[in-house]
């Protein structure tokens, strides 16, 4: 099982031809992903020829031809794409939004950093009301390892397992799945750190916790807003699954801006020790640092494998 992706995931890439869209098309090929196409008018027609690599070594490849076409709803026809990854620049990407919502797509991840907050605030309330799941904007996308990969997360850092991911930040969405490599995950999103998002952490953790392959999820916040705060709240009453946290920006100077525009710091409003005091109120383990979490997240749990064999004992 996992949330959102899968490998029954059918993905189209608006913005394939690009940059960024070609190299990440080719990393999301080569981690399974089922990229059935691209999307752009100036280029339909076309199909783009993508070397594969066919181990993380790179050892061996093959040749896959991906058609690219008009838009997101011709794509869709042809293809039967539930997902499409963005690509497009800032200034192209809440057009790209809607074409993708009205096409009536299940799953948007936008990838795109700098979008005008006015333009997230818009193509975020229009695709919920046309029933589409934005992931993003500015965000790393999601992966369920072993089975679908949508947007710019290493697919070769972590395995299937028992743990759901749910972040703000990229970077530490990568750290934390490092570290708990060995343990595996049934799958990581990267919600964005921009003041609007599409999808919550509360979204994220309303799915792992019907999810019946997720054990435990880490929740990973930082400085700024009251996301985290209003998680906790979620937590408390809705969430009876073993939960993990850590917040970003204990070192954080006080007065001034950091990192995601939604790090905005008032007062003691949005700062990491009123946001770890809350999640702990609630019950969650916060760590200090990542690799603490990662301890914490262990620690946690060889207690469930223990007390399943107390009781299956």
Request: a neutral charge; proline letters at 5%.
């Amino acid at each position: 099982m996992a949330i959102y992706l899968t490998k029954e995931s059918k993905v189209l890439v608006q913005g394939m031809t690009g940059g960024e869209g070609m190299k990440h098309t080719r990393r999301m090929l080569a981690a399974g992903t089922n990229v059935v196409g691209g999307v752009n008018p100036r280029k339909a027609g076309r199909t783009v020829d993508f070397d594969v690599p066919q181990s993380p070594a790179g050892l061996g490849s093959t040749s896959v031809a991906v058609p690219v076409f008009g838009s997101v709803a011709e794509g869709m026809a042809a293809t039967g794409a539930d997902v499409t990854v963005v690509f497009v620049p800032p200034a192209f990407a809440r057009a790209a939004v809607v074409e993708a919502a009205d096409a009536g797509i299940a799953l948007a991840v936008v990838i795109t950093e700098g979008i005008p907050v006015h333009d997230s605030v818009a193509f975020t309330a229009y695709a919920r009301g046309k029933g589409t799941r934005i992931v993003g904007p500015n965000c790393p996308g999601l992966i369920t390892p072993g089975q679908s990969n949508a947007g710019i997360i290493p697919a070769d850092i972590a395995k299937p397992g028992r743990i759901g991911l749910v972040s703000k930040s990229g970077t530490l969405t990568y750290q934390l799945m490092y570290e708990l490599r060995d343990i595996g995950f049934s799958t990581c999103v990267g919600i964005g750190g921009d003041p609007v998002v599409g999808t919550t952490h509360i979204d994220c953790l309303a799915a792992f916790q019907d999810d019946p392959d997720t054990e435990l999820i880490v929740l990973i916040g930082e400085i700024g807003g009251d996301a985290e705060e209003r998680a906790a709240a979620y937590i408390r009453a809705h969430v009876t699954k073993p939960v993990v946290g850590y917040i970003a920006g204990f070192t954080a100077p006080e007065g001034r801006t950091m990192g995601h525009a939604g790090a905005i710091v008032s007062g003691s409003s949005g700062t990491a020790q009123a946001k770890k005091r809350a999640l702990e109120a609630v019950g969650v383990s916060v760590g200090s640092t990542p690799t603490e979490t990662a301890r914490l997240v262990l620690s946690v749990l060889s207690r469930i494998e223990d007390d399943q064999g107390g009781t299956r004992g």
